[in-house]
């Protein structure tokens, strides 16, 4: 396959697996947080630890969306289709993620709950052209990447005047949760999570290029490179990060220029303003409150905001006892920290979000990688 | 031919009449539908005798019987429609105890107002398909629920089959050493199923590769009679079918990513969907766990059959006591190849 099989290659793989044993201090260790899902179901899925030196260490980050979702916005969503019987459209890893009372959007859906899995915001907007009569609301979820999508679904609900669509807001914004975690006290003050360097998103920057990263870098003296999200780029960016800090410089650096460009992608950047502005505040899974982290409907189209058209009650939902999401979304445990994990939390029944996306960190370990964490704790 | 009165003055409508609540009731619609419509497709002596149950004589020896529920939506995809799978399904799983299939009957759960034409479609193939492989439909059933209760059309099809004599293939039986089989590229069917998903259209040249798989298990049997196992890798694909062996046989598995043939297309259409190929479903592809030795003596004679050709040995079965199915990657790292776990789903991000 083209474009895809050339970033999959054995014999590459070996040699750069070479150059990193080469390049890799065996004095010091390096800790690089892969903040994308993506990277974290690559890593897994192509044994990419097992082509790394004992010293270079992957820590999973909180790059995926479903994972950082609050269990409060997925009640919200359930008050939208019990409460006011709204068809409501979701992509498919929304469907199993638990809310409170054991409730999921799927089990609402098996009590006979409008719930509808869809691929693209053009079936939602089709659903609610084909439903006039029935309020159809799009449970918008994701980082940048998943953002212009939905900003024209929102220009095309206005521009045919789509009376019965509306869109749940929950897009979030990357650049604000790194720096949340590099603010983090674990990361900054206490020294109880070393992150050394950064594998910057690829789809994501592919949107808003690699220039936001810059600040960062530079502030708290962490490389950051883009990384492509197949095996081959993650090891590439892999040596980079490892040279940056082994010459101490802390610069963005981009492996994925056939992508990602500094500027990003201005056409999509141009919609998303448009049609979204910064919230003043967030709740993310594990990381708590944090400031201008997401966007909510800009003026003008507030008719199409699904929390403006209707009541929805605040939820102060809490997280499983003694599930380690939130550590685990920060790179402050492992899914084998924590209790739950294969014993009642497992893919087939989730406790907590990590678990329930391919790209959540535990399901990736559980899937992928369980095998190998006895043995790594013998050693 | 006896000068009898025309039973039904008016022939069935198949062209433009849809299944109503009569067709089910068993009054003389009911009997003009099987007349006119099943009994025209899958003709044969034993149908024939209009008996609610087939009578037939069998062979001494050991018999094996399964039953499938087919509920595909669509109902009509590329390389087949639920008529055709709902034969080759059933006779693969009566196969792959070595059987050789003998009857199958078929059940219908109709929902009002499904057309007789797309009923007609689907029962000339299901016909079709039961005479190519030679198996008749002897029995049958048919049962209509109110519109909105049904989805079109169900179809439960039960096969039942005699064991050849000395043959003793079961799920339990993979041994360490043992080879582990393929008999051609994995994926096809539920990425041909995907790709006709009314949300979800995109243009492959991908079809179904729903078959019949007992000619081809018969010459398998024949060549090497102490097979350990045979399974069709249906629902849940490749992954999970070694996955249920491994746990029944108390063993792991190792497989050679590199060995598992897979069409180009078949791997682009995942890749686009966020899906891992070794878990999508196939409907005309079995797995055979045998010893090395036997695994030489087979490979020739699956490649030499049309829906053996692309046969590889994908693996080896190991002792494990986590019973773990691992793969070394193309990339050159290991993984596991866990159980699917609820559906598969598209990747959003």
């Known amino acids: ?379 | 031919m006896n000068a009898v009165v025309k039973r039904f003055p008016l022939r069935l409508d198949t062209k433009g009449a849809r299944v109503d609540m009569t067709h089910g009731s068993g009054g003389r619609a009911m009997a003009q539908l099987i007349e006119e419509l099943f009994l025209k497709h899958f003709d044969n002596e034993l149908l024939r005798q209009g008996n609610d149950q087939a009578a037939f004589d069998v062979s001494a020896g050991r018999m094996v019987m399964s039953v499938d529920g087919h509920v595909i939506s669509p109902l009509f995809f590329p390389g087949g429609d639920i008529g055709s799978l709902a034969v080759h399904g059933t006779l693969n799983d009566v196969a792959m105890s070595g059987a050789r299939p003998l009857y199958l009957s078929a059940g219908f759960i109709l929902e009002e107002g499904f057309p007789l034409a797309d009923l007609d479609r689907i029962v000339a193939s299901m016909g079709q398909a039961a005479s190519e492989a030679g198996v008749p439909v002897v029995t049958g059933d048919t049962k209509v629920v109110e519109k909105g209760k049904g989805d079109g059309v169900f179809i439960t099809t039960t096969g039942i089959g005699v064991v050849p004599q000395g043959i003793d293939i079961s799920g339990d039986r993979a041994v360490p050493g043992d080879k582990i089989i393929v008999s051609g590229s994995i994926g096809d069917h539920g990425v041909a199923i995907m790709s006709s998903r009314e949300n979800l259209e995109f243009e492959t040249t991908i079809e179904s590769d729903s078959a019949a798989l007992h000619k081809l298990v018969d010459k398998m049997v024949e060549t090497a009679p102490d097979i350990h196992c045979l399974r069709d890798p249906t629902r849940g694909g490749l992954a999970t079918t070694l996955n249920e062996l491994a746990m029944q046989s108390g063993v792991g598995m190792r497989l050679l990513e590199s060995d598992i043939p897979m069409k180009a297309a078949v791997t682009s259409a995942c890749e686009l969907l966020g899906l891992d190929p070794l878990y999508v479903a196939n409907e005309g592809k079995l797995i055979c766990i045998c010893s090395p030795e036997d695994a030489e003596r087979l490979l020739p004679i699956m490649q030499a059959d049309p829906l053996g050709r692309d046969s590889r040995i994908i693996g080896t079965v190991v002792e494990d006591e986590h019973h773990f199915v691992q793969m070394e990657t193309l990339f050159g790292g290991s993984r596991v190849v866990d159980w699917l776990s609820g559906e598969q789903l598209p990747r959003i991000c």
């Open chain 1, 1 to 379: 396959m083209k474009y895809v099989d050339e970033f999959r290659q054995h014999t590459l793989a070996k040699q750069l697996a070479e150059a990193i044993r080469q390049e890799a201090d065996d004095e010091r260790q390096y800790h690089l947080m892969e903040f994308c899902g993506g990277h974290t179901h690559a890593i897994f899925r192509y044994g990419v630890q097992d082509l790394m030196p004992d010293n270079v260490k992957f820590v999973h980050g909180p790059g995926c969306p479903v994972c950082v979702l609050p269990i409060g916005r997925i009640d919200e969503a359930i008050h939208l289709v019990e409460a006011h019987d709204v068809i409501l459209c979701t992509y498919g890893d929304l469907l199993r993620v638990p809310a409170s009372g054991r409730k999921s959007l799927i089990k609402v859906k098996a009590a006979g709950g409008d719930v509808r899995m869809v691929y693209s915001t053009q079936d939602a907007l089709k659903i609610a052209r084909e439903n006039p009569d029935r309020e159809v609301v799009f449970f918008a979820i994701g980082f940048e990447t998943t953002t212009p999508p939905s900003a024209v679904a929102l220009q095309q609900a206005k521009a045919e005047g789509l009376k019965n669509f509306s869109l749940f807001c929950n897009h979030v914004l990357t650049p604000a949760a790194i720096q949340n975690i590099l603010e983090s006290p674990e990361v900054r003050e206490l020294g109880s999570v070393s992150i050394h360097g950064f594998f910057g998103p690829s789809h994501v920057s592919s949107i808003i290029g690699s220039r936001p990263y810059e600040f960062f870098a530079e502030e708290f003296q962490r490389p950051v490179v883009i990384a492509g999200f197949e095996p081959l780029d993650v090891m590439q960016s892999a040596l980079m990060l490892i040279r940056q800090l082994n010459e101490g410089r802390y610069e963005v650096e981009n492996e994925y220029t056939r992508v990602v460009s500094r500027e990003g992608n201005k056409k999509a950047q141009s919609l998303v303003a448009d049609t979204f502005e910064l919230r003043r505040s967030f709740e993310w899974r594990g990381l708590g409150l944090v400031p201008y982290s997401a966007l909510k409907i800009k003026k003008g189209y507030e008719a199409l905001d699904a929390e403006k058209r209707f009541t929805i009650p605040v939820s102060q939902a809490k997280d499983v006892k003694g599930c380690e999401c939130p550590a685990i979304l920060r790179g402050a445990k492992r899914p084998t920290d924590c209790k739950l994990f294969g014993t009642v939390c497992t893919p087939e029944n989730p406790m907590g979000s990590c678990m329930v996306s391919s790209e959540g960190a535990c399901a990736a370990y559980w899937s992928y990688g369980r095998f190998r964490q006895p043995a790594q704790q013998s050693a």
